[in-house]
C-alpha cells in the first residue's frame, strides 16, 4: 500500500521548501499545496492517532486498514529552532501521567526514540560527565551565584549523580528574574569562554530563541553531539536531551509522550522532568549509536527495544535487483533518492510499485520473506532508502 505521510506545522519547523519534510511531502503527494511562509517541521508514518498516515488507493487511514496500531511512529523532522529541552517517561510513568493527566500526556505509552542525520545535526543529549559540568559551573561565575554555594560546594566535593541533581534541581526551580539575570551576565562577559568552549553560536542561537529562559544554561550541564549524516543518536527512557539544528530520519515506539522542562513556549513540567530524568554523566562519543552491517546494501539500526529498528538501504546505481529478507512484520519504507520497481508478495498477489523519492510504501506481513528492488527509470542516482519495523533483529 502506498501512503500519504502527515505533515506537522510546529513554528520549529524550516520554512517553506527549505524543508525536507515540505519537498518529502511535495514528492508524495501530488494534492499538497507548499505555502513558502509555512513551517513544515515533521512528517509522520504510521498509526498514531495525532497523525495516522492515509492509504493513497483508498483514502482510508491505516489503522482502519491493518484493523491493529503499528509498534512504531515513523518521522522525518526539518529543525530550525531547538526543540524543547525533555524526557520521554518509561512505560510505568506514561501510563500514570496519562491516567492523571491526558490533556498532556496523549497515550499510555513510553517513547524511547532513534535519531539518523539526514543532514549536519546538532543536539544536546545526556549529562555531561560530573567533573566536566563543575569545571563549567566554576568558568561561568553566574552559574555558580545562580544555583547557590551549597549545591556548588557539593558537587567539588562529591561529583556524582547526587551532587549533579540537587547542582540541576537548584537550576531549573530558580527564579525567573535570576535566570534572565544569569543569560544576560553570561553573554555580556563571557564570549571568549563561550567561543574556547565551542558553545557560543548555540548559546547565542538558543538566548535569542528562548530569551530568559532556562533550558538555555542547559547546555552547561549537556553533551552538545555534532552528527553527520548516516549518524544516529538513541534516547532510551528518561535521558534528557533536546534536538538542536538539522534534518533526521526518526523512529520510536508508537507514543506522543513528552515531559519538557526548557526551551519551549509550551508547558514545562520541570518537578516531573527532575522526577523522571536520569542524573547518570556520560562523554559525548558514547552518546553515538553504531549501526551494524548486514552487507555492501544494507545497515540496520537496532535499538534494546522491540517496538522498533531501522533498515537503511543503499544500493548503487549499477546494482541490477537487490533482494532484501525481511521477517514476517509490517514494516514502513520511505525514499529519499534515486528510482527502482520494488516488487512483493500481497494478500491479492504479487505486486509493482514504482519508488521515487517520496515514496512511502507500507510492507505487509505477506511479503516476507523476501522482497526486489529492480532497476527503474534510469535516473543517475544511487537509490536510497530507509524501513522502519519491529526489531526483529533485537538480540534475546
Not at 495525532?50 to 482510508?60: A, L
Not at 563561550?194 to 553560536?201: I, P, Q, T, V, Y
Not at 538513541?234 to 533536546?242: D, M, T
Not at 552518546?287 to 539500526?301: C, S
Amino acid at each position: 500500500m502506498e501512503l500519504t505521510g502527515w505533515v506537522k506545522n510546529y513554528e520549529w519547523g524550516k520554512i517553506g521548501i527549505n524543508s525536507a519534510v515540505a519537498q518529502l511531502a511535495m514528492a508524495n503527494d501530488p494534492d499538497f499545496n507548499l505555502n513558502e511562509e509555512e513551517t513544515y517541521a515533521e512528517m509522520w508514518m504510521g498509526t498514531h492517532i495525532c497523525g495516522v498516515s492515509i492509504v493513497k488507493e483508498t483514502g482510508e487511514t491505516l489503522d482502519r486498514v491493518l484493523k491493529e496500531d503499528l509498534p512504531y511512529l515513523f518521522k522525518v523532522l526539518s529543525i530550525n529552532k531547538a526543540l524543547s529541552i525533555q524526557v520521554h517517561p518509561n512505560k510505568c510513568e506514561a501510563e500514570r501521567l496519562h491516567a492523571e493527566r491526558p490533556e498532556l500526556y496523549k497515550d499510555p505509552n513510553h517513547k524511547p526514540e532513534l535519531a539518523i542525520a539526514l543532514t549536519p545535526f546538532l543536539a544536546l543529549v545526556g549529562f555531561l560527565p560530573t567533573e566536566d559540568i563543575r569545571d563549567n559551573i566554576d568558568e561561568f561565575q553566574p552559574l555558580t551565584k545562580l544555583i547557590g554555594k551549597e549545591a556548588v560546594d557539593e558537587i567539588h566535593e562529591k561529583p556524582n549523580a547526587e551532587s549533579l541533581k540537587l547542582c540541576y534541581e537548584r537550576l531549573m526551580k530558580a527564579d525567573d528574574a535570576d535566570v534572565d539575570k544569569c543569560i544576560k551576565e553570561i553573554s555580556k562577559h563571557y564570549q571568549k569562554e563561550l567561543k574556547e568552549n565551542e558553545l557560543l553560536d548555540v548559546f547565542n542561537k538558543t538566548s535569542k530563541e528562548f530569551p530568559g529562559d532556562v533550558g538555555v544554561l542547559s547546555i552547561f550541564f549537556m553533551n552538545l553531539v555534532r552528527l553527520q549524516p548516516g549518524q544516529a543518536i538513541y534516547l532510551g527512557a528518561n535521558e534528557i536531551h533536546a534536538y538542536l539544528e538539522g534534518e533526521c530520519i526518526e523512529c520510536m515506539a508508537c507514543s506522543d509522550n513528552v515531559i519538557r522542562a526548557g526551551l519551549t513556549p509550551k508547558f514545562k513540567d520541570v518537578d516531573q522532568l527532575l522526577e523522571s530524568v536520569i542524573f547518570e554523566g556520560a562523554p559525548a562519543h558514547r552518546k553515538i549509536f553504531v549501526p551494524y552491517r548486514i552487507d555492501d546494501t544494507m545497515q540496520v539500526y537496532s535499538p534494546p527495544v522491540n517496538d522498533f529498528a531501522v533498515i537503511h538501504i543503499s544500493i548503487k546505481h549499477s546494482t541490477d535487483t537487490y533482494k532484501l529478507r525481511l521477517e514476517p512484520f509490517g514494516s514502513i519504507l520511505l525514499t529519499l533518492a534515486g528510482v527502482r520497481r520494488l516488487h512483493l508478495k500481497t494478500k491479492d498477489g504479487p505486486k509493482e510499485i514504482i519508488l521515487t523519492r517520496g515514496s512511502i510504501v507500507y510492507i505487509p506481513i505477506e511479503a516476507a520473506p523476501e522482497i526486489e528492488f529492480q532497476p527503474g527509470e534510469d535516473c543517475g542516482d544511487d537509490f536510497t532508502a530507509y524501513i522502519a519495523t519491529f526489531n526483529y533483529f533485537k538480540k534475546a
